[in-house]
């Protein structure tokens, strides 16, 4: 996964913020108040709300339409 987060973040860098959490080491608090059961898993949020939540692996494209349909609908909000 995380070669698709690296271009997805050197492609949309400065239209959104990318977070890592390794559950082992800094992120099992985190993962616990997100009720996430494992990973890898990729969270996507816009305007402080969750509106994506893909468990394992996610294909790239599948990723890219997420980021761009909130990117769209963000971007797009009054």
Do not use: C, K, W
Not at 21 to 26: E, F, G, H, R
């Amino acid at each position: 996964m995380q070669p698709i987060v690296y271009r997805l973040e050197a492609q949309y860098g400065d239209q959104i913020t990318v977070e890592y959490l390794n559950a082992q080491t800094n992120g099992e608090q985190a993962f616990n108040r997100l009720n996430l059961p494992g990973h890898p898993v990729i969270l996507i949020f816009a305007g402080g709300q969750e509106v994506y939540r893909g468990f394992g692996i996610v294909e790239e494209d599948v990723l890219r339409a997420a980021v761009e349909d909130t990117l769209l609908a963000y971007t797009s909000s009054p």
